[in-house]
């Protein structure tokens, strides 16, 4: 993805922008215990381990590749076989580049969705929080691997699900006995073909969530349904990206989701402070807990957030800013990853995810 500051204006509609700010404050913090119970398996981020989850995606994945069969793969052996109860939803397109002429490409995004079972019964009922990040590689420099953009936020992502499934069914488990029902899910959305082919316009990148965000905004839901179309099922569009580098900066990009990334800063700052965290950086990875609302400008990164932001749909968009220095370099690959910094996010992700899915009081001999 490139800089870009546009003049345009987030559009969100007043009753959305009161939901999603009362939605903040009812979830339930996790406690000190919580956080400090949050751990990971070095060997899933281990860039030589192939049984893991970030090693198989440390290779090239240009879209009609091998290498973008081989990531899918990946991701789909991986929830079917640890994860079977999320349901895996394919959302195909072909499109043609400036690169490849009039040869169609194929770009396939795949969804990994988790909801209660009285949720799945009743399609639409769930409002969803949405975890995403690409998985697409940029076709240059040749060898191209990208672990910041976005091998490592991938593997956080797939971290984060096996993660919170035990608590999950936990949750879910003890509300129906109790007769209660919590109109909450997730999904992980992992996008193809975000990168640009020769050099970045409207045209040339996003490929894989332009199709996704115009097909759901199409696809109208049953009419007993809560929500109207899979779009409007978003309860918040988290998008990860650039992740993985030492000493990231992570800017707070729109006042409507404030609330959500000073949640988020809370969560870092007090693992820090807990010493539940790795790295030791000389600020925090997300700075901008006390910004403002007059600091705010109509100015963000472009990235896959935009299709589904121009829909109305609250973004968190967790991208470092200024970029990482191996940013579209050859140099963006597994021996370059700063793996306490991946560690990190790994788990201010995960704390994040368990928070909104409140499961502050749901503990799993399984989970954290």
Not at 125 to 141: E, F, M, N, Q, W
Not at 270 to 294: C, I, N, V, W, Y
Not at 342 to 364: G, Q, R, Y
Request: with cysteine; net charge negative.
């Amino acid at each position: 993805m490139v800089r870009f500051f546009s003049s345009r204006v987030l559009g969100t509609c007043i009753s959305s922008l009161l939901l999603l700010t009362g939605t903040a404050f009812g979830y339930t913090e996790l406690s000190d215990e919580r956080l400090k119970a949050i751990t990971l398996d070095a060997a899933d981020f281990d860039i030589h381990n192939k049984d893991g989850l970030l090693a198989p995606l440390l290779i090239t994945r240009v879209p009609g590749t091998e290498g973008q069969v081989v990531a899918q793969k990946h991701f789909v052996n991986f929830f079917a076989s640890q994860l079977p109860s999320w349901q895996i939803i394919w959302q195909n397109s072909t499109g043609t580049t400036p690169a490849t002429g009039s040869r169609e490409l194929p770009f396939q995004n795949v969804i990994f969705r988790r909801e209660p079972q009285w949720c799945v019964d009743a399609p639409g009922r769930c409002g969803l929080l949405t975890l995403v990040a690409h998985y697409d590689s940029k076709i240059a420099p040749e060898g191209f691997i990208g672990a910041t953009d976005s091998a490592a936020p991938c593997a956080m992502l797939m971290y984060t699900a096996r993660a919170i499934e035990a608590q999950l069914v936990k949750l879910w488990e003890d509300m129906e006995a109790k007769g209660e029902k919590s109109d909450v899910g997730v999904q992980v959305i992992l996008l193809d073909g975000e990168e640009a082919f020769v050099s970045w316009t409207s045209t040339d990148s996003l490929y894989g969530s332009r199709s996704l965000a115009n097909e759901w905004e199409q696809s109208p839901l049953s009419g007993v349904s809560t929500y109207h179309d899979p779009m409007d099922q978003i309860s918040l569009f988290v998008l990860l990206d650039l992740l993985g580098s030492a000493s990231p900066t992570v800017p707070s990009y729109f006042q409507s989701t404030h609330w959500a990334y000073k949640r988020m800063a809370d969560i870092e700052r007090r693992m820090r402070e807990l010493g539940a965290l790795e790295a030791t950086p000389m600020s925090p990875f997300l700075p901008d807990h006390g910004k403002q609302a007059t600091a705010f400008g109509p100015a963000w990164v472009e990235d896959d957030h935009e299709p589904f932001m121009h829909k109305g749909v609250p973004i968190l968009h967790i991208i470092t800013s200024p970029f990482p220095r191996v940013w579209h370099t050859i140099d963006d690959d597994g021996e370059h990853l700063d793996m306490a910094t991946v560690h990190d996010w790994a788990k201010i992700t995960l704390a994040f995810t368990m928070e909104w899915m409140d499961l502050m009081n749901v503990a799993s001999p399984a989970g954290p």
